[in-house]
């Protein structure tokens, strides 16, 4: 059996705490979590309750096990009082070159059907030439220097009013975003999007409601009109596979695919459309492109 270290002391029981909370977040009870983490359930009990203090190996094992991203496994080992492992990089920065590449690739390939990269709070931090045409088109290349999808759905100055199905894929993202906004540690920047979502005029009341127990929709498919150019369009979203840095593992590459030929068709002649001297895409006249 493990050395149960007594901590000695009446201080707050931080990683006790967080502890608790993805045991519960993950539905395990402690004999399980000690079961499938191996470890023993008494030492488990005095470590969640602050009677005794975790490993770093510990630590870790219990974070594996829970599938806690690695920016909370950060914050459990600083609780435990020992310095973070994984590092949070600059998308940036040369060390992430081999990664951005990877993305423009991917960006690249998606032509001439929209695709964008989003950080955990949904803010569009790259986009392909179809994406930048798609939203220039829809906004009237009025598109916001730093856009975030949440903000833009919801807003009625945004893509709100151009998303036929609004209510429905409105309802669909805020419910990924109340999992979200609990699904880590308290995270208050994720918090704020939520209120700054609802705060909206006509977001119905309903919305403010979590809903945890409904399993979110694999696909919901998003259609949007301007003038006479209509597009249904379904997305997927991948992550990048097994990374050690924070930066990487919350990044999300959404594309976005037609459900109909006639969306297929209008993207392709909206990737035809001239661009202007500079190179910067245009926002041709819907009517003339749908001719």
Not at 116 to 133: G, H, K, P, Y
Not at 186 to 209: M, N, W, Y
Not at 242 to 249: E, F, I, M, R, S
Request: charged letters at 20%.
């Amino acid at each position: 059996m493990p050395e149960i270290r007594t901590s000695g002391t009446s201080a707050p029981n931080r990683f006790g705490s967080l502890l608790l909370h993805w045991r519960q977040l993950r539905h395990k009870s402690q004999l399980a979590l000690a079961n499938d983490a191996d470890v023993s359930p008494r030492h488990l009990c005095f470590v969640e309750t602050g009677r005794a203090r975790p490993s770093r190996d510990m630590v870790l094992t219990l974070a594996r096990v829970l599938e806690v991203p690695l920016r909370e496994q950060n914050a459990l080992l600083l609780a435990a009082g020992f310095a973070p492992l994984y590092r949070e990089t600059p998308l940036e920065a040369p060390e992430l070159a081999a990664a951005r590449k990877a993305l423009d690739t991917i960006l690249r390939h998606h032509e001439p059907l929209p695709a964008v990269v989003m950080n955990r709070r949904w803010d569009i931090l790259e986009t392909n030439s179809a994406a930048d045409r798609f939203f220039a088109l829809l906004l009237d290349s009025k598109v916001p220097a730093s856009p975030n999808v949440i903000r833009l759905v919801f807003d009625p100055e945004g893509l709100r009013p151009l998303i036929s199905n609004w209510e429905t894929v409105a309802e669909s993202l805020i419910h990924r975003v109340h999992r979200e906004a609990v699904g880590g540690v308290p995270d208050a920047e994720t918090s704020r999007l939520l209120e700054q979502a609802l705060a909206f005029p006509g977001v119905p009341r309903r919305f403010r409601i979590p809903d945890f127990e409904t399993p979110l929709s694999p696909i919901v498919p998003i259609g949007f009109a301007k003038g006479a150019l209509t597009f249904h369009y379904f997305s997927t979203v991948t992550t990048l596979g097994t990374p050690q840095d924070v930066t990487l593992q919350e990044l999300r590459i959404e594309c976005f695919f037609p459900m109909d030929e006639q969306t297929a068709q209008n993207a392709r002649r909206l990737a035809a459309a001239p661009a202007e001297p500079s190179g910067a895409p245009t926002s041709p006249e819907p009517a003339r492109l749908a001719q």
